[in-house]
């Protein structure tokens, strides 16, 4: 069974940053999509971005793009996601996912296996 642990959250201030890590174990890494989606209190859950295999492509949501930065070390089994210029509607659970699917995949049902979430909290 794929295992997905994220880690990283945290508290910081509007403007900060914050490097989210997925750590996979139990499948062949390389070969997935891995995915990153938050989700706030009383929302549901976005989409935020994905990176395909090898890092070929990269995907963003509008609301996060140019100040996030999704990349992959094969090497560790490890994704991450950069968070920069943080805001307060950034607070979320952060989750990340893995499919097989190449890209685009912007919808949580394309994927197979998640995280357990790691807190993100951005006070203003």
């Known amino acids: 069974q794929v295992q997905l642990v994220e880690s990283g959250g945290g508290l910081v201030q509007a403007g900060g940053s914050l490097r989210l890590s997925c750590a996979a174990s139990r499948l062949v890494f390389s070969v997935y999509t891995m995915g990153w989606f938050r989700q706030a209190p009383g929302k549901e859950r976005e989409f935020v971005g994905q990176?395909?295999?090898?890092?070929?492509?990269?995907d963003y949501a509008d609301s996060v793009k140019g100040r996030f930065t999704i990349f992959r070390e094969d090497a560790k089994n490890t994704a991450y996601l950069q968070m920069n210029s943080l805001k307060p509607e950034d607070t979320a659970v952060y989750y990340c996912?893995?499919?097989?699917?190449?890209?685009?995949?912007?919808?949580?049902?394309?994927?197979?296996?998640w995280g357990q979430g790691t807190q993100v909290t951005v006070s203003s």
């Open positions: 990176i395909t295999r090898a890092g070929g492509r990269t």
């Open positions: 996912a893995a499919t097989r699917k190449p890209a685009p995949a912007p919808r949580g049902d394309e994927y197979l296996s």
